[in-house]
């Protein structure tokens, strides 16, 4: 089951929030975190098999994917080290 991820930067105070990420009721296709070098976003996109992960806000296809459970990343807009907030119990499917 899919759960949803605030995503907050303390630097620059970039935030994203009710980011969904894996997958619903079949298991293909789901969603996966990236950060985007290209437009210095924060987001979720569909994975699905022989596709290439796009930005979901750019539609740039070199975005860099982020573990389900990844605790945190180096913020798209300053760089910084930024925390993510997984909220397990909040679902979607
Ligand atoms: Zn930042
Ligand atoms: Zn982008």
């Given amino acids: 089951m899919g759960h949803l991820v605030d995503f907050r930067c303390p630097y620059c105070r970039y935030e994203e ?9 079949a298991a293909v296709p789901f969603l996966k975190l990236f950060s985007c070098p ?7 996109c569909w ?3 022989g596709k290439i992960p796009r ?3 750019c539609y ?9 459970d990844a605790p945190g990343l180096a913020c798209p807009k300053c760089g910084e080290p930024a925390k993510l ?5 909040d679902t979607w499917a």
Avoid: Y
């Fill in 38 to 44: 290209s437009c210095h976003s924060f987001g979720s």
């Fill in 85 to 89: 907030n997984h909220r397990p119990d």
């Fill in 60 to 68: 740039h296809d070199a975005v860099t994917l982020v573990a389900d």
């Fill in 17 to 25: 929030k009710d980011v969904a990420v894996g997958h619903g009721r």
């Fill in 55 to 57: 930005c979901s806000w």
């Fill in 47 to 49: 994975i699905e098999e």
